[in-house]
């Protein structure tokens, strides 16, 4: 197998870098060689190195077209010979290994590079003077690159209301126009309106084609999010909407951008101001804190719940700040002794922001005095970060549209305009739950549509005790300290008992306290006195927080009085019942068989004796105890003892004949009188069973009328407030009665709660009215 390594791809950097990283990073060209310091040196780190008295007498060559450096490990490997003996030491490269980007003689290359992954890394020779790459084809690299471009088209990726206008995967590595399996990166560009965002792509990656649009008008051009592939370096180019542009979906436009942020690679930020200002700063350094507080946790489960084989870096993407200036100077010219990555790192530490997100920053300008700009300098910034796969590495383009897809329907949905928080670029309610705590004001901590995969809510801060909500709850101190926390709740019966027995212990010892793994732990008058307070000896209490929609409080569930009106409920309801009778016919017949002998037969009375009124189907016959005919209401409603008759001492009806002649006495055979005794007596008793029910039925509907709000559970919504069924919506009135669900307490009509199941959480352990939501819940409710 031939060892020969590749020879570099047309494209790579074949520059001279600076070795000594002194007044820059490492990155910018190197233009001296000082043969006694052993390194190639940019413009600053060679006047910084050599104002130093002991260094300002070496000699330096300027490096020109064609310059061979010298061998990069003979450099290390003469390290600690003498200085006098190092030139003599050290080999002129040969060759340049495009990977380790180093420079090595023939003999370090063999010693390096001749096995192991290493010898297959590209390089480029070194040959007469200058550095020869292969040429396979005969035109020259810039028209092969440009060529390249030619077909490039863009297309909307997300539009301004963040949704994604490409359908799947398959459509958005067409719409590329790469294979799927290309391992690509993603460079994105942010900046103000009116900034040159499009321009500069334009002309940094695709030689002046308008592949994104530019518009001379005021109106922006650039609406949503556009993307379109660069074959040369083989990236995904996104174009976004500008920054303080005019816009109704403000706060969705800047939240899209953090998503485009956030399967970036490299951003560049684009600014065309003579001075940079500090909505750039602030704009990175929230979008850091966002990214760090919402995104690396997403991104992560992103890639658990995806299956991605490559995974998404919870490090943020480079930044790159393209600073366009025509008046003033670039930033760092006025200090030549400090790197401009260090100015802007100290202007956001005096506006108090950490951008610890982002993988690198680096400030790339170029200050234009004529038309057109130079985006050389960005283009070759660019390269040079996309070589780095320390961070962030290429892959397919698959997993970059699944992403995108994850974050969009992660943070999507309106943002409460006042709930925002201006004065950040990224406010934690364009990503976290809008809900509220009524207790104590804090806000969700969770993100947004969090229920519908089944989180709960959840706070940051503890919450307070209000005694408006009463919120707290209970927990079984017993299972606590077995490591278990088991919430209870005092009610009126335990699970065991029937619903009366359940009752006259309620009366006897109080209520309950049942926990599902120890049975009942406590009952408020279990002894005659002494009796101590539940949470000094069984349970603990917990303040929690109270959300709208929601019950988290304890409440009271005791519900012995509504349990006891349910009760007289049905027993009122069966009386009525009972007391209509069977029939008319049998009613009447039945009065007439305890009636005394005297008594005209009811179905012998037709109309009044008195007025004449003719009695219907509906009417009440009554009969005058004194003379035993029969009489309307208001001809016998008179009063008087009628004790020749049997009636008295107490006064009993009468027509008003009898009653004017109450001073003349009645003549009754004695035989009558003693036959009308056992008669009078019968009819007595049956009109005090009669009365009786009538009073039980009176006596029941009445006050349960009156005291059914005192007796309602707390969780129960006040009669007066529910207007219609809380689910069919229809209004009550007086046909369409109002029924209670024992579990949310809402108010429904009796089709749509006519189920029944058992709410130990509410103190009902035995079957109840529920509605058809609450039914439709598993477990116990």
């Given at each position: 197998m031939s060892a020969q390594p590749p020879t570099a791809e047309k494209g790579l950097n074949t520059a001279l870098l600076c070795q000594e990283s002194y007044a820059c990073s490492g990155t910018d060209e190197a233009t001296f060689e000082c043969d006694e310091c052993g390194s190639l040196q940019c413009q600053r780190c060679e006047e910084e190195l050599h104002r130093q008295e002991r260094l300002r007498n070496h000699e330096r060559t300027r490096i020109k077209a064609g310059h061979i450096p010298y061998c990069?490990?003979?450099?290390?490997?003469?390290?600690?010979?003498?200085?006098?003996?190092?030139?003599?030491?050290?080999?002129?490269?040969?060759?340049?290994?495009?990977?380790?980007?180093?420079?090595?003689?023939?003999?370090?290359?063999?010693?390096?590079?001749?096995?192991?992954?290493?010898?297959?890394?590209?390089?480029?020779v070194y040959h007469n003077g200058k550095p020869s790459v292969d040429e396979n084809e005969g035109m020259d690299e810039e028209t092969k690159k440009k060529k390249m471009t030619e077909n490039v088209v863009s297309f909307l990726l997300v539009d301004e209301t963040e949704e994604i206008q490409v359908e799947n995967?398959?459509?958005?590595?067409?719409?590329?126009?790469?294979?799927?399996?290309q391992h690509v990166k993603v460079v994105s560009i942010f900046g103000n309106t009116g900034d040159g965002k499009s321009h500069t792509l334009n002309h940094t990656f695709f030689y002046g084609r308008e592949v994104f649009k530019t518009s001379p008008a005021q109106e922006s051009c650039t609406v949503g999010v556009w993307a379109a592939y660069d074959p040369v370096h083989k990236m995904v180019v996104i174009d976004t909407e500008g920054?303080?542009?005019?816009?109704?979906?403000?706060?969705?436009?800047?939240?899209?951008?953090?998503?485009?942020?956030?399967?970036?690679?490299?951003?560049?930020?684009?600014?065309?101001?003579?001075?940079?200002?500090?909505?750039?700063?602030?704009?990175?350094?929230?979008?850091?804190?966002?990214?760090?507080?919402?995104?690396?946790?997403?991104?992560?489960?992103?890639?658990?719940?995806?299956?991605?084989?490559?995974?998404?870096?919870?490090?943020?993407?480079?930044?790159?700040?393209?600073?366009?200036?025509?008046?003033?100077?670039?930033?760092g010219a006025d200090h030549p002794s400090e790197v401009p990555e260090k100015l802007v790192q100290d202007r956001f530490r005096k506006l108090g922001l950490f951008p610890e997100a982002f993988s690198s920053i680096r400030y790339k300008g170029t200050r234009t005095h004529n038309p057109p700009t130079d985006f050389s300098g960005l283009r070759?910034?660019?390269?040079?970060?996309?070589?780095?796969?320390?961070?962030?590495?290429?892959?397919?383009?698959?997993?970059?549209?699944?992403?995108?897809?994850?974050?969009?329907d992660r943070f999507c949905g309106e943002i409460p305009d006042d709930q925002m928080a201006h004065s950040s670029f990224f406010p934690?309610?364009?990503?976290?739950?809008?809900?509220?705590?009524?207790?104590?004001?804090?806000?969700?901590?969770?993100?947004?549509?969090?229920?519908?995969?089944?989180?709960?809510?959840?706070?940051?801060?503890?919450?307070?005790?209000?005694?408006?909500?009463?919120n707290r709850v209970y927990t079984c101190k017993a299972c606590y300290e077995r490591g278990h926390e088991v919430r209870v709740v005092p009610k009126t019966s335990a699970s065991t008992d029937s619903p009366w027995l359940g009752l006259a212990k309620y009366a006897w010892s109080g209520y309950v306290i049942e926990c599902p793994n120890c049975g009942v732990v406590y009952r408020s008058r279990q002894y005659w006195f002494g009796n101590q307070d539940p949470v000094d000896t069984v349970v603990r209490t917990e303040i929690v927080h109270v959300w709208p929609g929601t019950d988290c409080s304890l409440k009271d569930n005791n519900n012995a009085a509504q349990r006891l009106i349910d009760g007289m409920n049905f027993m009122a309801q069966s009386v009525s019942e009972l007391s209509l009778g069977p029939t008319k016919a049998v009613t009447s017949w039945l009065t007439d068989q305890i009636a005394p002998a005297y008594w005209k037969p009811n179905s012998q009375i037709l109309n009044c004796r008195k007025c004449g009124i003719v009695f219907k189907d509906?009417?009440?016959?009554?009969?005058?105890?004194?003379?035993?005919?029969?009489?309307?209401?208001?001809?016998?409603?008179k009063t008087r003892p009628v004790p020749e008759r049997g009636w008295g001492p107490a006064p009993v009806r009468v027509c008003d004949s009898c009653y004017d002649n109450r001073g003349i006495q009645l003549e009754v055979p004695e035989a009558a009188t003693d036959e009308e005794?056992?008669?009078?007596?019968?009819?007595?008793?049956?009109?005090?069973?009669?009365?009786?029910?009538?009073?039980?039925?009176?006596?029941?509907?009445?006050?349960?009328?009156?005291?059914?709000?005192?007796?309602?559970?707390?969780?129960?919504?006040?009669?007066?407030?529910?207007?219609?069924?809380?689910?069919?919506?229809?209004?009550?009135?007086?046909?369409?009665?109002?029924?209670?669900?024992?579990?949310?307490?809402?108010?429904?009509?009796?089709?749509?709660?006519?189920?029944r199941r058992a709410v130990p959480s509410r103190g009902w352990d035995h079957p109840v009215r529920v509605c058809f939501n609450c039914n439709k819940k598993p477990g116990d409710l």
């Open positions: 990069d490990t003979c450099k290390i490997a003469s390290g600690n010979i003498m200085q006098s003996n190092i030139l003599s030491s050290r080999q002129r490269a040969a060759i340049r290994c495009q990977t380790c980007k180093i420079n090595l003689c023939i003999e370090c290359q063999k010693r390096t590079h001749a096995g192991g992954n290493k010898r297959k890394h590209p390089i480029t995967e398959e459509e958005f590595i067409r719409k590329l126009d790469c294979k799927p399996d920054l303080l542009g005019a816009t109704v979906n403000l706060s969705q436009r800047t939240r899209l951008l953090l998503k485009v942020l956030a399967i970036s690679d490299l951003i560049i930020y684009r600014t065309h101001a003579d001075r940079l200002h500090n909505d750039l700063f602030k704009f990175l350094g929230d979008a850091s804190e966002a990214y760090l507080k919402h995104f690396t946790k997403e991104l992560k489960a992103t890639t658990a719940r995806c299956g991605l084989d490559v995974p998404l870096s919870t490090l943020g993407p480079g930044v790159i700040i393209f600073h366009e200036t025509v008046y003033t100077q670039l930033l070759h910034a660019v390269e040079q970060q996309l070589e780095n796969n320390t961070t962030r590495s290429p892959r397919p383009p698959g997993v970059i549209y699944k992403a995108l897809k994850a974050l969009s934690d309610e364009y990503f976290t739950c809008s809900s509220v705590c009524l207790s104590c004001g804090c806000g969700c901590k969770n993100s947004m549509n969090h229920a519908k995969e089944g989180v709960p809510h959840e706070a940051k801060n503890r919450c307070r005790y209000i005694h408006q909500y009463d509906n009417d009440t016959k009554h009969h005058c105890r004194a003379c035993g005919e029969g009489f309307c209401d208001g001809c016998s409603s005794g056992g008669t009078v007596m019968a009819r007595k008793v049956g009109e005090a069973v009669q009365n009786t029910l009538g009073a039980v039925v009176t006596a029941i509907d009445i006050p349960l009328g009156l005291v059914k709000d005192a007796a309602r559970p707390a969780y129960w919504v006040p009669d007066h407030e529910i207007l219609h069924c809380h689910n069919c919506r229809k209004e009550f009135n007086i046909k369409l009665s109002k029924h209670h669900c024992r579990a949310c307490g809402q108010g429904f009509c009796d089709e749509c709660s006519h189920e």
